[in-house]
């Protein structure tokens, strides 16, 4: 997963859990300063549902993340928005390996 930020000064206290099989495997990642972009990892293995939590902070218009595989396609993109950069939703994304 990929972190951005739009204004280019971190996220500035928000943050995202990523789950699998809903289980979080990366705990409020952020991007703690610039643009981005800030790499974390995570493994799924084919069927695994992944799901994320964004926990809004004082400039929730700013974020934004990429979500690729292990080939460096984008498999998703969440988008900056009004409300923060919207939730993968059970169902959205699985993993296919």
Known sequence: IALYD???DGWSGCSL???VNDSVVLNNITLNSGGGPGIFYFQ???GDVITTDFSPGPFIT???YFIYDT???QVWFSPAGN???PDILPG???ASC
């Open 17 to 19: 859990d990523v789950l």
């Open 44 to 46: 799924v293995n084919t």
């Open 71 to 73: 080939d460096g396609q």
């Open 83 to 85: 409300s923060g950069p």
């Open 92 to 94: 959205q994304l699985s």
């Open 62 to 64: 700013e974020p934004y």
């Open 6 to 8: 739009t204004w280019g």
